[in-house]
């Protein structure tokens, strides 16, 4: 049974940073893409980060370039999303979500994309 397991959510300052991890399980992990989105109130669930499966190739949207890196521990079936530089505009709930070993060719990609979801944690920044 596939599983993605998020955490690491909180309350942090504008200017603070906050490190979101997402385990997966009962899939070969290192075959897998995995991106993490996020989901503001009223707004679509936008794709933020994605990296290859086996390369470990990183892409990002234009809003978190510079800000955000994302990174994987294949061993521990883990990747890693440090968010830094913090906004208000950040504040979301973050998901991370698998596909078959690589980000889309031409972008991020959107939600129809992705194959696995995990629950979501929440990230607020907020003075």
């Known amino acids: 049974q596939v599983q993605l397991v998020e955490s690491g959510g909180g309350l942090v300052q504008p200017g603070g940073s906050l490190r979101l991890s997402c385990v997966g399980s009962g899939f070969t992990f290192d075959n897998f893409a995995i991106a993490w989105f996020r989901q503001a109130v009223g707004k679509e669930r936008e794709a933020v980060s994605c990296?290859?499966?086996?390369?470990?190739?990183?892409h990002y949207a234009d809003s978190v370039k510079g800000r955000f890196t994302i990174s994987r521990d294949n061993p521990e079936n883990t990747v890693y999303l440090q968010m830094s530089s913090l906004k208000p505009e950040d504040t979301a709930d973050y998901y991370c979500?698998?596909?078959?070993?690589?980000?889309?060719?031409?972008?991020?990609?959107?939600?129809?994309?992705?194959?696995?979801w995990g629950q979501g944690t929440q990230a607020t920044v907020s003075s």
């Open positions: 990296i290859d499966g086996r390369n470990g190739n990183a």
């Open positions: 979500a698998a596909r078959w070993l690589n980000c889309p060719d031409y972008g991020l990609g959107s939600t129809r994309e992705y194959d696995y």
